[in-house]
């Protein structure tokens, strides 16, 4: 997004490795996010992390990637695609297909996340606001924690520059993929409405009403939990 835009930052890690989830200026200390004097070009972070990566692993300051502010602002969405990567020993990748079919449809940027088990999508474009339900949305039919989450205007991502092979998209001068993010993010609302309607409990009134007494061991556990409820049969 060149010199025109200035909010990022570089990535910390934890000495284990993990993304610490700090903001850090390219000279290493830590920076903070309502300073906009603490925010710098996409240029000043990406010499930081090549002067980084040539520098002996002593005396490296420990860079998970470098970190975009409040995408919105540079007429940006980022995607975040949960649980849906194997890296191979010998270093091949392998993408979970409904993960691939999210990243053809978009066609946008994207990258392995700083976990190596997820993606990053970064593409020119907007979505309409987004409730809380929406910004976070479980894939069904995945793996365990497989989820796509989106960043628009709040909160910074972290982006470390790993490249899926065959991406030629670039977010300064790319083409706006408006139509195409919401048409995924519609998508998978839909599904985790309909997920969550052939998951949902049944409720009192679904409970065939009884009459008389019944013996406990006779109770099915949707009637003993009304019963533990402190209600009555009719």
Not at 28 to 57: C, L, W
Not at 207 to 231: C, N, Q
Request: aromatic share 4%; with cysteine.
């Amino acid at each position: 997004l060149g010199d025109a835009y200035a909010n990022w930052y570089l990535g910390d890690l934890q000495s284990n490795g993990k993304n610490a989830k700090r903001i850090c200026l390219p000279n290493g200390t830590r920076a903070k996010s309502n300073v906009q004097s603490d925010r710098e070009t996409f240029y000043a972070v990406s010499a930081a992390v090549a002067r980084d990566a040539q520098s002996p692993p002593t005396d490296r300051p420990r860079i998970s990637g470098i970190v975009i502010l409040h995408p919105s602002d540079a007429g940006c969405v980022v995607g975040d695609l949960d649980d849906c990567v194997t890296v191979d020993s010998d270093g091949t990748v392998t993408i979970d297909p409904w993960a691939q079919e999210i990243i053809a449809e978009i066609a946008a940027y994207s990258e392995l996340s700083p976990s190596g088990a997820g993606l990053r999508i970064v593409a020119r474009g907007s979505l309409p606001p987004l409730g809380s339900g929406e910004k976070k949305i479980p894939v069904p039919n995945a793996r365990p924690h497989a989820q796509m989450q989106i960043f628009t205007s709040a909160g910074y991502v972290t982006l470390t520059g790993h490249m899926l092979a065959g991406c030629t998209y670039r977010v300064d001068v790319g083409e706006d993929r408006s139509d195409a993010l919401q048409a995924v993010h519609a998508r998978l609302l839909a599904a985790k409405s309909a997920s969550s309607a052939e998951s949902e409990p049944k409720t009192i009134a679904d409970v065939p009403r009884m009459t008389g007494k019944v013996a406990l061991d006779e109770l099915t556990a949707e009637e003993r939990a009304i019963r533990d409820a402190g209600l009555e049969y009719a």
